[in-house]
């Protein structure tokens, strides 16, 4: 199963750009154009949020802090892409929750390494065509074997 990744920019160009690009690679694609409708449509199924901070209705620094202060949406990996690149916006951008900051104008390849190395590092990538059955985001079974990754637990 392919991870899923929202794509929040109110910019259609750079939402068609990163789909495109991230869809060519194997990845699901989810897109929000303002912070309200991505609030709306963002559930734990999603492995990681493509956030912009410039955003109609609800900014992206809001959008950060809402899906950090859920808990059944805490652990979504999330980069902000935003033309905001000073010092000042990247370090308020990663203590309220970001896991990466790019700037744009960015290179689709090294948004695509950032991607790779945050799913890689955030959990383990069971595939549902592999042994295991995927159950939720976290846990993974086969017959009577369970894995549940956040609690380290093999039943």
Do not use: H, W
């Not at 199924?45 to 959008?63: F, R």
Request: net charge negative; with cysteine; charged share 40%.
């Amino acid at each position: 199963m392919p991870n899923k990744i929202m794509i929040v920019d109110d910019e259609k160009n750079i939402r068609d750009l990163v789909k495109y690009n991230l869809e060519e690679v194997g990845y699901e694609i989810i897109e929000a154009l303002d912070g309200k409708e991505a609030i709306d449509k963002v559930d734990d199924n999603i492995d990681l949020v493509i956030l912009d901070l410039m955003l109609p209705k609800i900014d992206g620094l809001e959008v950060c802090k809402k899906i950090r202060s859920s808990e059944n949406l805490k652990d979504i990996a999330i980069i902000m892409l935003t033309a905001k690149d000073e010092e000042l916006d990247r370090i308020l951008g990663l203590e309220i929750g970001a896991d990466d900051y790019m700037t744009k104008p960015f290179s689709i390849r090294e948004l695509r390494s950032r991607i790779k190395a945050i799913l890689r590092r955030d959990k383990i990538n069971f595939k549902e065509d592999d042994i295991f059955t995927k159950q939720n985001k976290d846990k993974y079974a086969q017959g009577d074997l369970e894995i549940n990754i956040p609690a380290y637990e093999v039943k």
